[in-house]
């Protein structure tokens, strides 16, 4: 009887000291989501660094980490990243010398509740684009993020062998793309779209050309773990994408200072985020003449506020007093020969905007500052014998089952105007070499197919076509294609364009191209000063 007391005595108490650690655990589980993983493998020996930091930054969390304030920059050393447009803070945007302005701000430190001056930046957003970037709020800007992830963005370590970046498809000095119709990807492997510019994505409601990311940060997810892209098949790919990069003590340096995390994936695509919000490119010729019309009826004090073409006249010749190369020889203006031209050069351009806004119909999509509806629009881009292949079906593919919208079969992102010159070759599947191809393509209505966009098509001679089937009569209209299995009756939308009016709307979408991104984003070795833990400025 006492053995078996002793014995049921002996298993409570095991019980007991078994509770009492689960529950441990549990609170300790509470304070770190990732602690009771740590339990489960082996810690990377790159997470292991010296000292009382050892057991908070071995939790092997390749997803995410929750910040360490300690590790973080002070505040009071944290610069802050703020963009000022000039249709909101025009005087502001007057006095700013340069696209990257650093100055002093006096602000409330949060933790301590002191009023403290701290450097930071202004970024003077390009004339022409009328609102600032979005920044989410979980993600906002500062130096040493920014400069965290443009070091990324041109680093190779982001592919599985180290052969590619996000700046290998995506090049500065080729527009923010490769300049070809499908990328190269990892292995020489080639992909199955053309790379769209990086330029003012910071403005897209949806990434990619099927817009299957909402976000940046969502964005610079898929390329290094796509097997055509950066990732060898081998494996998580982010996984080891973070150890790659956790192997490297400049980069862990960076991420505990910027972050108060380790290196993860959460925070590296948020640093690449943060990078590509400034790539931004505005001031054309076209938006300096929109400012100029203004300026023009503001000293008038009456008229209208319409472009003409002294307008494009006005900046055209300011251009050549500057010598503004880059914007000049987009429209191939040479600054020797061409001077007695700019007055037809100029009405040229205006010509192109009417046509632009008119009978070219381009207006109807790309619309806005960054010249997008950022919808999704079926044109019959790679259509062949009016169908789709299984490669093509666009927006439609990706939207979830419940919410398929036959209307976005073969639907891809309207693409931004600007940036064109160095853009080359067009659409999403590089089939247009230039914008002449671009524009007969759009003269001939596109391709016809059952999916094509209402706004493509001629929707009132396709129902003359219908009633004279129905009756049985002769259609006497333009030729008919019968698309699909029910024989849809499609007749795309000829513009009938002038062998001139092209010209001019060539001319016109050439006035588009901005100002080159500024060096201190486009330029990989070109870095503003960081400041480090200890408050000094240094060079990164």
Not at 58 to 77: G, I, M, N, T, V
Not at 230 to 248: C, I, P, S, T
Not at 366 to 393: I, M, P, Y
Not at 479 to 487: A, E, I, T
Request: proline residues 7%.
């Amino acid at each position: 009887m006492k053995t078996r007391q002793m014995v049921s005595w002996g298993i409570g108490l095991v019980a007991f000291l078994l509770a009492g650690y689960v529950a441990i655990k549990l609170m300790a589980a509470k304070e770190s989501p990732s602690a009771l993983a740590a339990e489960a493998g082996p810690i990377p020996s790159e997470a292991k660094p010296a000292g009382d930091d050892r057991a908070r930054a071995a939790e092997p969390s390749y997803d995410w980490q929750l910040p360490r304030e300690s590790w973080k920059q002070a505040f009071r050393h944290e610069r802050s990243i703020y963009f000022v447009n000039r249709k909101q803070s025009s005087a502001e945007w007057d006095a700013l010398p340069d696209f990257w302005n650093d100055f002093v701000e006096t602000v409330r430190d949060p933790k301590t509740g002191t009023t403290v001056q701290r450097k930071a930046v202004k970024i003077k957003v390009p004339l022409g684009l009328n609102q600032n970037p979005p920044v989410p709020e979980e993600n906002p800007l500062t130096v040493a993020k920014w400069a965290l992830g443009k070091r990324l963005y041109f680093d190779r370590v982001l592919s599985s062998d180290n052969t590619v970046a996000c700046a290998s498809c995506h090049d500065p000095k080729r527009g923010y793309t490769d300049q070809a119709p499908v990328s190269t990807g990892i292995k020489g492997q080639k992909g199955g779209i053309s790379a769209p510019t990086v330029i003012n994505t910071a403005f897209n409601l949806r990434h990619f050309w099927d817009g299957r990311a909402s976000s940046l940060e969502d964005q610079a997810q898929g390329p290094p773990q796509n097997p055509k892209e950066m990732f060898n098949g081998e494996g998580n790919a982010w996984h080891q994408l973070v150890e790659r990069v956790r192997r490297k003590e400049d980069y862990r340096q960076r991420f505990r200072e910027a972050f108060g995390t380790e290196p993860t994936r959460d925070a590296i695509v948020k640093a690449i985020a943060c990078y590509e919000r400034t790539v931004l490119s505005g001031g054309s010729i076209h938006d300096r003449a929109e400012l100029a019309m203004h300026k023009r009826v503001d000293r008038a004090r009456t008229g209208p506020y319409v472009l003409q073409a002294k307008d494009y006249e006005t900046v055209l010749r300011e251009a050549v007093a500057k010598k503004d190369v880059p914007a000049l020889a987009a429209l191939g203006i040479d600054l020797a020969k061409d001077a007695a031209d700019l007055p037809e050069i100029a009405n040229g351009i205006r010509k192109g905007r009417e046509l632009f806004h008119g009978k070219a119909r381009c207006s109807s999509c790309h619309s806005g500052d960054n010249f997008t509806d950022n919808q999704f629009h079926n044109l019959g881009v790679g259509v062949k014998e009016a169908r789709l292949s299984l490669e093509s079906q666009g927006r439609f593919a990706l939207l979830p089952t419940g919410h398929k919208n036959p209307e976005l079969m073969g639907a891809f992102k309207t693409p931004t105007l600007r940036g064109l010159v160095k853009t080359a070759p067009y659409l999403h599947n590089g089939s247009a070499a230039t914008l002449e191809d671009v524009i007969d393509f759009y003269d001939q209505g596109g391709e016809a197919n059952e999916f094509l966009a209402p706004m493509m098509r001629n929707l009132d001679q396709e129902r003359a076509y219908e009633l004279s089937r129905q009756q049985k009569t002769p259609h006497k209209g333009p030729k008919v294609q019968l698309c699909g299995k029910d024989q849809k009756p499609i007749i795309p939308r000829r513009l009938r364009l002038t062998a001139e009016e092209k010209q001019n709307l060539v001319l016109f979408l050439k006035a588009l191209q901005g100002d080159p991104v500024d060096p201190i984003v486009a330029d990989k070795d070109k870095m503003p000063p960081v400041v480090g833990a200890t408050g000094s400025d240094k060079r990164r």
